[in-house]
T-cell receptor, first 112, second 118 residues
Framework: LAKTTQPISMDSYEGQEVNITCSHN???????ITWYQQFPSQGPRFIIQ???TKVTNEVASLFIPADRKSSTLSLPRVSLSDTAVYYC?????????????FGIGTKLQVIP | GAVVSQHPSRVICKSGTSVKIECRSL??????MFWYRQFPKQSLMLMAT?????????EQGVEKDKFLINHASLTLSTLTVTSAHPEDSSFYIC??????????????FGNGTRLTVT
């Protein structure tokens, strides 16, 4: 299973763009990179998933370099409601399943 | 789409009793569901992998006789905490992967069950 490393915490002011980088040096060829958001006392919520290059949806963008050994979640213009823990997961792959191990996650605190 | 429902959301029980937690995939089928436990200010810890129609696979250190898992259908997995003790108090979360022919299959999580054992 690919191990991930993220910053433990980040602070940002409202309205700023936030970039959270995750390292996953031993990512496997078939692995996808998936990011989740978790609020206190709630289950993780899917944000975005990608395999390579750039993926964008209505809430975030995901940048993945060619070597895929890292990825960056970009949250545009964060608001107070984006204060949460963000997890980067590697190992959920196409066509089957692979159990994933959660890292410690990044606790994002958005400041007014 | 891809909604996972977990019930109950909160339960308080007395020490020595058993508690059952249900995890349902509402709009998709899942041959595999996962159960996690999360202590305050910590990350999710995988407890076991629940496979429809077969025995669950438990992670090292997780007692299979204490945490009984049943995955009787493609939309329902249950976790029973038997003879609960205060140290079992935690936040339990399930997740499931939709069966798909093509494409990636991200995990979808339930909203968790807060178990308090008194």
């Amino acid at each position: 299973l690919a191990k991930t490393t993220q910053p433990i915490s980040m602070d940002s002011y409202e309205g700023q763009e936030v970039n959270i980088t995750c390292s996953h040096n031993n990512i496997a060829t078939n692995d996808y990179i998936t990011w989740y958001q978790q609020f206190p006392s709630q289950g993780p919520r899917f944000i975005i998933q990608g395999y390579k290059t750039k993926v964008t949806n209505e809430v975030a963008s995901l940048f993945i370099p060619a070597d895929r050994k890292s990825s960056t979640l970009s949250l545009p213009r964060v608001s107070l409601s984006d204060t949460a823990v963000y997890y980067c997961l590697v190992g959920v792959n196409s066509g089957g399943y692979q159990k994933v191990t959660f890292g410690i996650g990044t606790k994002l605190q958005v400041i007014p | 789409g891809a909604v996972v429902s977990q019930h109950p959301s909160r339960v308080i029980c007395k020490s020595g009793t058993s508690v059952k937690i249900e995890c349902r995939s509402l709009d998709f089928q899942a041959t595999t569901m996962f159960w996690y436990r999360q202590f305050p200010k910590q990350s999710l810890m995988l407890m076991a992998t629940s496979n429809e129609g077969s025995k669950a696979t438990y992670e090292q250190g997780v007692e299979k006789d204490k945490f009984l898992i049943n995955h009787a259908s493609l939309t329902l997995s249950t976790l029973t905490v038997t003879s609960a003790h205060p140290e079992d108090s935690s936040f339990y979360i399930c997740s499931a992967i939709p069966i798909r022919g093509v494409g990636s299959s991200p995990l979808h999580f339930g909203n968790g069950t807060r178990l308090t054992v008194t």
